[in-house]
């Protein structure tokens, strides 16, 4: 699967990131139209843009933009494990809205991969936090690398952008790699019984910024006191 030609390896000079297929895709019983983009010259993984024309699109205000990291469990089987599943599908309604690029990018559990990710999940049912378990792995906290993103930006033009995030972390490495982040939009928070020490470990570990804008899972009954999140922000 990994056919693509990597942007370079050590010693090499970088190769361009250049956009290579792109074919409209329905989305959902609404057949949200959205196209999707693939790329020559990534890191080797099949990460994909994904284009919406927005019913209600501003053009005097920034793209809005999404860097989504792959999360199987989430994405595809709604694990109440995390909250990827719902973030992916709010993204999906905004920018059916206002138009914008959905970045999916294929670095399933931070960048540690899905195997690993069920081996981390073990070690936090025997009570070790999301980090922890990677530590205890011997893997990376977060091994995610949103610069990728920026070059697939760049490759479809859309450089002066509205963030849609709650990552400080994806804010500063897409400025750091030349994208205009002109605006910040928070997500929503989604709190289950099932991941609110996942979101717990997010916030402490900074990996969270957005904590008065939790969306309590009305059937949980939690909110923001039930993160035990101080509005220090
Ligand atoms: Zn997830």
Same mark, same amino acid.
């Given at each position: 699967?990994? &056919? =693509? ?21 329905? *989305? ?34 920034? !793209?809005?933009?999404? =860097? &989504? ?18 973030? $992916?599908?709010? /993204? ?9 690029? *959905? $970045?999916? $990018?294929?670095?399933? @559990?931070?960048?540690?991969?899905? %195997?690993?990710? *069920?081996? /981390? ?8 936090? !999301? ?5 205890? $792995? &011997? ?6 690398? %949103?610069?990728?993103? /920026? ?7 859309? !450089?002066?952008?509205? =963030? ?27 709190? !289950?019984?099932?991941?609110?020490? %996942? ?9 969270? =910024? ?12 939690? @909110? ?10």
């Amino acid at each position: 699967m990994t &056919h =693509l030609k990597p942007i370079a390896r050590p010693g090499e000079p970088m190769l361009a990131c250049k956009a290579r297929t792109s074919v409209m895709i329905p *989305l959902g019983p609404d057949s949200i139209p959205a196209e999707f983009v693939g790329f020559d010259g990534l890191d080797g993984l099949e990460h994909i843009a994904i284009r919406f024309a927005g019913r209600n699109s501003d053009p005097a205000r920034p !793209t809005l933009v999404r =860097l &989504h990291s792959e999360c199987l469990t989430g994405d595809v089987f709604s694990s109440r494990r995390c909250d990827c599943g719902e973030q $992916l599908h709010e /993204a999906i309604g905004m920018l059916a809205e206002e138009g914008g690029v *959905l $970045l999916y $990018l294929r670095q399933e @559990g931070r960048g540690i991969g899905l %195997y690993a990710k *069920l081996d /981390a999940y073990r070690l936090q049912d025997q009570g070790a936090d !999301t980090y922890e378990a990677n530590r205890l $792995l &011997h893997l990376p906290e977060d091994a995610r690398d %949103y610069t990728i993103g /920026a070059r697939m930006l760049q490759a479809i033009g859309v !450089t002066h952008i509205r =963030l849609l995030t709650n990552n400080p972390d994806k804010i500063a490495q897409l400025k750091d790699a030349g994208i205009d982040v002109a605006e910040v939009s928070r997500t929503g928070v989604y709190v !289950t019984d099932a991941n609110r020490a %996942y979101l717990q470990a997010k916030v402490r570990h900074h990996h969270l =910024l957005n904590p008065l804008a939790l969306i309590a899972d009305a059937a949980a009954g939690m @909110g923001e006191e039930g993160l035990g999140i101080t509005a220090s922000e």
